[in-house]
């Protein structure tokens, strides 16, 4: 079993920054990818980016050259940096993480709103 925390949600206006972190625990040796999804009211949840335990990152196409997904393996923490943030960003934002033999988790949500 892995339990993720997220933190860093919040209400930013329109080209502001929000950075989003999720920390692992439990069988956290078995991890593999971590990443975040979003789901805003009404649409169905979406990828936004996934990170390897090598590094290698994949993005939506919607948040490239906006967001950046990192991760710490020493502290079991993937982050998103978000800038230059839109009012179509507005979302929950969940993270996920894999494990080797498949097995997906996901944390309980945080808010993003981004609103004049």
């Known amino acids: 079993q892995v339990q993720l925390v997220e933190s860093g949600g919040g209400l930013v206006q329109p080209g502001g920054s929000l950075r989003l972190s999720c920390a692992a625990s439990?069988?956290?040796?078995?991890?593999?990818?971590m990443g975040w999804h979003r789901q805003a009211p009404g649409k169905q949840r979406e990828l936004v980016a996934t990170?390897?335990?090598?590094?290698?990152?994949n993005y939506a196409d919607s948040v490239k050259g906006r967001f950046t997904i990192s991760r710490d393996n020493a502290k079991n923490t993937v982050y998103l940096e978000m800038n230059s943030l839109k009012p179509e960003d507005t979302a929950v934002y969940y993270c996920k993480v894999m494990t080797r033999k498949g097995y997906s988790y996901w944390g309980q949500g945080t808010q993003v709103t981004v609103s004049s």
């Open positions: 439990g069988s956290i040796f078995s991890i593999n990818t």
């Open positions: 990170i390897s335990l090598g590094g290698i990152s």
